[in-house]
């Protein structure tokens, strides 16, 4: 197949007319359609209804806790063994908090920042001066947003089909003390969903030895860490293991939560780390809460404990569909002609599209005119600065079949269109 770029003036021209009318008609039809945020489908949710239904008048943990009452800051050990199912994390080595991750990552810079991470750890505020992070990109906005609110730098790196360029992160880790942490989300990463490889594990669990900071920390958000898409699934090295062999334990601060695997606003909430870590954001937790909600930590436990791969696949049913339906979309209407590329992941909640350089914007805006809600093109990157402008993340999982199709029929014609527009403008 001749690729657009290749092809001459007039027949470009053609095909931009065609296209027009199209996306004319488009416009004419009141579409209110959503690809925004990747939230789970109400048939998802559905999966977890048995949550209502644990306690049946026993309110008493394993080791005795009334789980109605106060205390208890760790969680309750039920909960905590969730965790380790999910997390590959030790149960010992788990706090539990609320239904959001994201909390847990604002306390986690919030006590590096002002207090330090563990006893002996200089806060990273002190002395003042430039504090940093390394930002694989294109990465998870709220990663973003969340560091710029604490007043920290992002230096980017690029994110490989293995994880970030790790040649680039060690030279800013070794050279710069000002870079105090990198973010990972290290299976099915937002948006791109690649996943680690061991051996770029095994780097990460080296960098705190590498860096001139001697309070460098690795934030692990793996949010994804179960939602397979493929069986039997592809397997994330283990960053605990990695950190014990390389003795940089206190360094690792991993996250997780059951946000996409029961109800989403729900949920319980995972960190785990070195126990000089644990002890540090408990003294900070004791300071706001006397214990999180531990009746929901116990009926979580009760509904998933020894059954999350078999409730994950349940979800795959629901999402493989969709994503597929994206993938078959994408290359129907966009392969071969050489102005797209896109991910095709086994697991996660998002695909990433590329387009040309200095068109996202463009099509982003020709989608929303259309009736198509995107996320905002440069959201990948911080600040909402993508450089080249290219990249697009389509987040499949909440619409309903229809209306999904014809959202990829929407963002095609956008991308076929704005592509056109600017190659017979040259």
């Known amino acids: 197949m001749t690729t657009w770029p290749e092809l001459g003036t007039a027949e470009r021209a053609s095909i931009e007319q065609q296209l027009r009318t199209s996306f ?15 939230k789970p489908a109400a048939s998802q949710l559905t999966l977890s209804e048995g949550l209502d239904h644990q306690m049946n008048g026993d309110y008493l943990s394993r080791e005795g806790t009334d789980v109605r009452n106060y205390g208890g800051l760790r969680g309750i050990i039920e909960a905590r063994e969730l ?17 959001s991750s994201l909390w ?22 002190n002395p003042a001066g430039e504090v940093s992070v390394i930002t694989p990109v294109p990465g998870y906005d709220r990663h973003f947003a969340l560091t710029d609110s604490h007043g920290i730098g992002m230096r980017n790196v ?42 770029i594990v095994d780097q990460i669990a080296e960098l705190p030895k590498l860096s001139k900071a001697d309070n460098f920390v690795v934030l692990w958000d793996n949010a994804y860490a179960v939602h397979d898409l493929v ?10 293991k990695a950190a014990q062999k390389a003795g940089t334990q206190r360094h690792m601060v991993q996250f997780g939560s059951t946000s996409k695997i029961t109800f989403a606003g729900a949920g319980i909430s995972f960190v ?5 870590v644990l002890k540090r954001l408990e003294e900070r937790i004791g300071l706001i809460t006397v214990g999180f909600d531990k009746l929901n930590q116990l009926r979580h ?19 493989k569909p969709k994503f597929d339906l994206v993938i078959r979309k994408l290359n129907d209407d966009l392969g071969g002609l050489g102005i797209a590329t896109w991910t095709e992941p086994a697991g996660g909640y998002f695909v990433s599209l590329d387009v040309l350089p200095g068109l996202a914007k463009k099509i982003v805006a020709l989608a929303k005119s259309a009736g198509l809600a995107l996320t905002a093109a440069g ?10 402008d290219r990249n697009i993340r389509i987040a499949p999982t909440f619409a309903e079949p229809d209306a999904l199709e014809a959202a990829m029929d929407v963002l095609t014609l956008c991308v076929r269109l704005a592509t056109l527009e600017r190659l017979n403008a040259r």
Request: proline share 8%; hydrophobic share 40%.
């Open 24 to 38: 004319t008609r488009l416009t004419s039809n009141r579409l209110s359609l959503d690809l925004t945020r990747g």
């Open 83 to 99: 965790g380790e199912e999910i997390m590959d994390v030790p149960a010992g080595n788990i706090l539990i908090a609320g239904n």
């Open 104 to 125: 847990l990552m604002h306390l986690t810079l919030e006590t590096a920042m002002r207090h330090g991470l563990w006893a002996s750890a200089t806060p990273w505020a």
């Open 158 to 199: 690029p994110l490989r089909d293995d994880g970030p360029d790790m040649n680039a992160v060690r030279e800013l880790v070794k050279s710069d003390a000002s870079v105090k942490a990198i973010w990972c989300v290290p299976k099915y990463a937002n948006p791109t969903g690649c996943i680690y490889s061991d051996s």
């Open 231 to 240: 069986f039997p699934p592809p397997k994330l090295a283990s960053l605990f």
């Open 272 to 276: 785990g780390s070195d126990e000089s």
């Open 301 to 319: 436990a009760r509904f998933l404990g020894g059954r999350v791969a078999a409730h994950m696949r349940q979800h795959a049913q629901i999402l």
């Open 379 to 388: 959201a990948t990157f911080p600040y909402g600065l993508d450089p080249e």
